[in-house]
C-alpha cells in the first residue's frame, strides 16, 4: 500500500530561520564572548548571556502555553506553578552540589541548618544525583499537571472557570513553598549555588555550556510542538477548541485530548525552569506569583496564538523592553505591560506574527474564540 | 481515577469493566435481533420542575426512516440529547438495540457504537477544510495517542473524496467550513454523519435554510440510507417529509400525541387541535 508523503515539518524558510538560530546560539555567541575581551565593541557580555538564556527558557514556556491555550483553546493561569517545579526539582540538585561550601559548613542546605534541622526531610532523598533531579524536574510537573488536568477535564470545567483554578492552584502552592516547615527555604528559596556537575556555576565555560543547551531544549519544544499539532492529534485538538460537542458527538473524547496537551504543556514548563535556576542563580516561591503567570499568557497573546513562532518572538520581545524597563523605568513597567496587552488586543488581533505573515485572505477562516 | 481510566486514555487499552483479569474489551456490538434499534421507555427529563419529556416512549426498527414532528418546545431536540448522552434523563431507560444501556456510556462512546447526530444549528468545525472535517468524523481509532500517528491511507481518501462528491462539495474539498453556505454546511455535516458510517442517525431539522430543490436531493439522500441505516428525521417542512415517506411520530408536551403514516396522522384530531387549535 502507498503511503502520500508526509508535508515537511518545517519548509525551506523555516528551516533556514532555525539554522541561523543555533548558529547564533551554539557559536557565534560564545565566540563573541570567549575571544573578545570584556569592552570591546564585539564582546557579548556576562549580563547578555545570561539575559538571552533567561528568556529562551521562557521563551519554552511560550511554547508550552501556545500548545495549550492557542490550540487547545484553554488558558492556564498557573504555568508559572509547573515552571517553579522544575526549577525547584533542579535547585535541590544544585543545593546538594554546594557541599560543605555553605556559611555554615555543614553538608544540610544552610536554611535547614538555621531551622535546626538534623537531616534531609525524606523527598530530599537522591536530589545529590543529577539524573534523579532532572527526571523530578520533568517528574513532579508533570504528575501535578496530570492529576489537577485529570479532574478539572473529568469534571468538564472550562473557560474562565479553569483559568481561576489555575490561578488558585499556584497562589496555594505559592502560600505552601513560603513556608519554612515546607523545607524548600521559605521565601528565600534557594539561591548561592556553587557548582554543577562540579563545574563552577558562575565560569564562562558553564554558562556557555548551559546557554547552549537551553537554546537546543528551545528549537526541540518547538519542533516537537510543531509536529504534534500537526498530527491528526493536533487536528482534533483545534476541533474540540473550536466546537467541543460536534468532536464528542463524532467520538472523540475531549478528556484525554486536553490531559495529553495538558501534561505535555506542564512538563516543558519543567525543563524551561530547570534550565532557568542555574543560568538566573535563584529559585523563590515569587515564581508562583499571580502576575507571572498571567505575564506568561501576555507573551503568547503579544506575540500571536496558535502560531508557536510567534509567542516565541512575544517572549523575547516583551522580556527585552521588561529588562529596559526595570533598568530604567522601573516603576513604569506593569502600566507598560498593561498598555502593550491592550493595544495588541485591540490592534494587532493576531499578534507580531500577524505582522510578518501575509496579511489575512479574505476568505481566510474565522478566528477561533478567544 | 481507576487503573481501567488510566489505561484507556494512555495507552488507548480499553479493559472490559466486567472481565475479572482486566482484559482488553470486545467492541460493543450492537444486537438488532428483535428488529428493534432504539428503545426509549418512560423517559422523563426535568429543567427546574418543567418537563421537557414526560414519560416519553419510543420504538425504532432496524433499518426504518422515522420523521418525528411536533410544535416548538415539544421535547424534539431533548429526546436526541438523551439518546447521545448529552442530557441524563431523570428516570426511563434508553436502549440502543437489545443489550448497549445509553445510560452507563458517554458521548463519544454512544457515537462509537454506532449513533451519529446532526444539530439543529449546523455544527461544523469551521476552521478546518471541509476535507478535514470529514476526515475527523471518519471511522478510526478515535483515542488521542493513536491519532499521533495516525496516516490516511489511500482508500481512505478516496473515501472521503467520494462523500464529497455525494454532499456536492467535491470543488470545495479545501475551503475552509466556516466559509460554506449554510446550505453547504448542513450537507457537510450530514457527509460528516456518513463518514462515521453510524447504524442510527438523528437529523435535527436538517433542511432548515435549505433551497427547495436541496430539501428534495436531501430526501432522495435519506430515502437511500434507509434500509442499511435507521434514521430519525426532526422536520418541520412537510413537503419533506413527505418526501421521506416513512412512519411519523407527532410528539407534544414531551410525550407521544400520536403516530402512524401522514394521511393518519394528518387526520387525527388530536394532532388538528395542537397545531390548529389554539
Ligand atoms: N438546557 C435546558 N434548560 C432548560 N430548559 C430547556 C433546556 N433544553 C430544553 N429546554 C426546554 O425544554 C423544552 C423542549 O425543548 P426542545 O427539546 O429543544 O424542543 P423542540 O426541539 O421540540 O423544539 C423547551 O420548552 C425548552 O425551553
Ligand atoms: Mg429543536
Redesign the pocket.
Known sequence: MREPPLPPLLDARQRAGLGIFLAAALILVPALHLVFPPGHVLHVSTYTVTLLGKIMCYAIVAVAMDLIWGYGGILSLGHGLFFALGGYAFGMYLMRQIGRDGSYRSELPDFMVFLDWKDLPWYWAGSEHFLWAAALSIAAPALAAFVFGYFAFRSRIKGVYFSIITQALTYAAMLLFFRNETGFGGNNGFTDFKRVLGYPITSPETRLALFGVTAGALALSFLFVRWLVNSKYGRVLTAIRDAESRAMFIGYDPLWFKLFAWTVSATLCGVAGALYVPQVGIINPSEMSVANSIEIAVWVAVGGRGTLIGPIAGAFAVNLAKSWFTVSFPEYWLFFLGLLFIVVTLRLPRGLAGLWRAPRRKDAPPEAEP | MSVRDVLRGIIGIELDENDPFGRPARRRTLDISHNVILYLEDITVS??G?K?LNKLNLTIDAGELRCII??????????M?VVTGK?RPDSGTAFFGQSIDLASLTEAQIAHAGVGRKF?KPTVFERHSAFGNLELAMTADKRALPSLVARLRDEERDRIADTLRLIGLGGEADRPAGLLSHGQKQWLEIGMLLMQDPRLLLL?EPVAGMTDDETMRTAELFVSLAGKHSLVV?EHDMAFIEALGGRITV?HE?AVLAEGDLAAVQNDPRVIEVYLGR
Not at chain 2, 71 to 79: I, Y
Open positions: 429543567f427546574d418543567f421537557a411536533g410544535p416548538n418546545g415539544a421535547g424534539k431536540t431533548t429526546m440529547d442530557t439543529q435535527d426532526v410528539l414531551g
